[in-house]
C-alpha cells in the first residue's frame, strides 16, 4: 500500500509539470462575403462565411474576429484600421 501511495505521488509530481493547452486551430479555408470568392465591391453592412478545418470532430468554433487593415503590417500588428468585428461569440 505504501509503494502505492509513493508511486501515485510521483505522478501526479511529474503531471504538475506538464503544460496542458488547446491545439492551434487550422486556417478557414473558402473564404466568402455574399457567398462569392474574391468579391468586387460591397454594401455597408457586408456578411461573411467560411468553412473550418480541424481533424478533431469533436471542436465547434466557438468566436471569430475578422480585421480589415490597410497595410500587411496593420494586419501582422491586429489592428484592424479600416474594420475590425471585434471578438464576437460563434457556435457555428
Known amino acids: 500500500m505504501k509503494q ?3 508511486f ?3 505522478v501526479l509530481f511529474v503531471l504538475s509539470f506538464i503544460k496542458i493547452t488547446a491545439a492551434n486551430p487550422n486556417a478557414p479555408f473558402n473564404l466568402r ?4 470568392q474574391n468579391p468586387i465591391g460591397t454594401n455597408d453592412k457586408p456578411y461573411f462565411g ?10 465547434i468554433q466557438s468566436a471569430y474576429q ?7 503590417a ?3 500588428a491586429d489592428k484592424g ?3 475590425d468585428s471585434k471578438k464576437t461569440s460563434s457556435r457555428k
Open 4 to 6: 502505492i501511495k509513493q
Open 8 to 10: 501515485l505521488i510521483l
Open 33 to 36: 462575403s455574399f457567398d462569392k
Open 50 to 59: 467560411w468553412y473550418v478545418s480541424d481533424t478533431d470532430k469533436n471542436e
Open 66 to 72: 475578422i480585421i480589415v487593415s490597410s497595410s500587411l
Open 74 to 76: 496593420n494586419l501582422k
Open 81 to 83: 484600421d479600416v474594420w
